[in-house]
């Protein structure tokens, strides 16, 4: 029996200890031991991206935001989407998540982070959409955290309402769209954006392409124009 080996930890600004793991031919991240992701349940992040960028193929000079680095599916997928000129940033909180793409992950999805079209922050994705100028985004995805329900960082719940709808919104050009990974469905927070004035749908997702139910929920929302 293959062991489950620690290769690195670090702690987020919240002290909640983050490791990384490798077992077999596959790597899980936990926080303070229980289990985040793995790269053995990666179908939803490449829904997210899909559902964000599907309409983006064909569209020059394109701006996608994605919060959360993750082990890079979502990211994979984005570059497959979008075109040669398309500018594709990604804000990671943890600096450590960084380096272990690209130091362990290599053979994963750690190389796309030297493609030419990918620029990398390291900061709160909040502060990176704040900051945007209005009307710059076409798409802005979001897999930070667990969903809605906050597990890793409490700042994190802001992106989730009011005041993360507001600065979306203005980051977002006009028929812009963000999508919202969540680790289980949540009406109220579809309400919520409904009410913030996105057209909004739920879509389900599964964890891994042979599952048999779809666990985990992809909220879809447009910029109305």
Request: glycine residues 6%; aromatic residues 8%; hydrophobic residues 45%.
């Amino acid at each position: 029996m293959k062991p489950f080996l620690q290769l690195a930890q670090a702690l987020t600004p919240e002290g909640a200890e983050l490791t990384l793991h490798a077992h077999d031919t596959h790597f899980y991240l936990r926080v303070n031991r229980q289990p985040l992701m793995g790269t053995n349940a990666s179908e939803s992040e490449k829904v997210l991206a899909q559902l964000a960028c599907e309409r983006l193929c064909n569209k020059a000079d394109t701006r996608v935001l994605i919060g959360g680095l993750g082990f890079g599916f979502t990211l994979r997928r984005v570059l497959e989407l979008v075109g040669a000129a398309a500018c594709v940033q990604v804000a990671e909180l943890l600096p450590e998540v960084v380096t272990w793409n690209r130091e362990f992950l290599s053979a994963v999805n750690g190389l796309l982070l030297a493609d030419s079209r990918v620029e990398v922050f390291v900061e709160d994705v909040f502060q990176v959409i704040s900051r945007a100028p209005a009307a710059h985004y076409d798409a802005i995805l979001l897999d930070v955290d667990n969903g809605p329900i906050a597990m890793v960082q409490d700042g994190n719940a802001r992106l989730y309402q009011a005041q993360g709808f507001d600065a979306i919104t203005r980051a977002l050009k006009p028929g812009g769209r963000v999508t919202f990974w969540s680790a289980s469905t949540d009406h109220a927070f579809a309400k919520r954006l409904g009410k913030a004035g996105f057209k909004v749908e739920t879509v389900a997702a599964k964890a891994y392409a042979q599952a048999k139910r779809r666990s985990h929920t992809i909220f879809v929302a447009d910029r109305k124009n």
